[in-house]
């Protein structure tokens, strides 16, 4: 139902920032949590981060918690990941999905749509 279009990625320094993006197609943006997930190589998919429909409730993993912000915005069908003080293990594609039922968030299985991602590379 929802297409799933990720940005933002790119070539960092250690202790750096960057901004990732997530443009979802269709009407009913705000009706979804959404949430942003990361894989490395060779290593199974990890939960990052959530936010409720409204904006004003988020969870996050405990190795991320303040050091990235998730935030949406519903008029422009977008859900951002704010990453500052990146390190290098947090080298990963990037990925937004949309939940679709209720539980656990770090879950990969409540989610059903997922965007094809973007390459984070925190290196010096």
């Known amino acids: 139902q929802l297409q799933l279009v990720e940005s933002g990625g790119g070539l960092v320094q250690p202790a750096g920032s960057l901004r990732l993006s997530c443009a979802a197609s269709g009407r009913t943006f705000s009706s979804y949590r959404m949430a942003w997930f990361r894989q490395a190589p060779g290593k199974e998919r990890e939960f990052v981060a959530n936010i409720n429909q409204s904006g004003d409730s988020t969870a996050y993993a405990g190795s991320v918690k303040g050091r990235f912000t998730i935030s949406r915005d519903n008029a422009k069908n977008t859900v951002y990941l704010q990453m500052n003080s990146l390190r290098p293990e947090d080298t990963a594609v990037y990925t937004c999905?949309?939940?679709?039922?209720?539980?656990?968030?770090?879950?990969?299985?409540?989610?059903?749509?997922w965007g094809p991602g973007t390459q984070v590379t925190v290196s010096s």
């Open positions: 999905a949309v939940q679709g039922v209720m539980g656990p968030v770090l879950r990969s299985d409540l989610y059903q749509y």
